[in-house]
């Protein structure tokens, strides 16, 4: 969003485009977090989010997002599988939650809910390892 002019959302399902603005950008991490001040975006069924504490180790994940520009939500399940202090900038390390569900580009900023059915979100999807002898490490 940094160099946008106008940025617009959408809700799943619907091909409506609502104008958005930023509240606030974190440069570093590549996370804007936006709103919406059209009340027609807020009308029906769009149940709110709430962050929850960290998950314990195995416990059900779900990444929700748009992978590789898709249009259709995706959502892959999978398990905390690492708790550990992540680089997150050269001056920065945050707590890390590593999972074993798919996260490919688009799913950066989704959420990684706890329990997707009741909206308990335990993180932000926002790095994948990526090599040769790795996989499903997100």
């Given at each position: 969003?940094?160099?946008?002019?106008?940025?617009?959302?959408?809700?799943?399902?619907?091909?409506?485009?609502?104008?958005?603005?930023?509240?606030?950008?974190?440069?570093?991490?590549?996370?804007?977090?936006?709103?919406?001040?059209?009340?027609?975006?807020?009308?029906?069924?769009?149940?709110?989010?709430?962050?929850?504490?960290?998950?314990?180790?195995?416990?059900?994940?779900?990444?929700?997002?748009?992978?590789?520009?898709?249009?259709?939500?995706?959502?892959?399940?999978?398990?905390?599988?690492?708790?550990?202090?992540?680089?997150?900038?050269?001056?920065?390390r945050l707590l890390g939650i590593q999972v074993d569900s798919a996260i490919n580009p688009g799913n950066s900023g989704?959420?990684?809910?706890?329990?997707?059915?009741?909206?308990?979100?335990?993180?932000?999807?926002?790095?994948?390892?990526?090599?040769?002898?790795?996989?499903?490490?997100?």
């Open positions: 969003v940094s160099n946008a002019v106008a940025v617009y959302v959408r809700r799943p399902g619907t091909a409506k485009k609502f104008k958005a603005e930023v509240v606030c950008e974190g440069k570093v991490c590549d996370l804007a977090l936006l709103t919406v001040r059209e009340e027609a975006f807020w009308v029906s069924d769009l149940p709110a989010l709430t962050f929850v504490d960290v998950p314990e180790l195995q416990a059900s994940i779900a990444v929700a997002g748009y992978p590789v520009g898709g249009d259709s939500l995706s959502v892959t399940k999978g398990i905390v599988s690492r708790l550990t202090l992540v680089r997150y900038s050269p001056a920065a989704g959420p990684a809910f706890a329990d997707i059915e009741a909206g308990h979100v335990a993180g932000v999807a926002f790095s994948k390892q990526v090599g040769s002898s790795t996989d499903n490490i997100g």
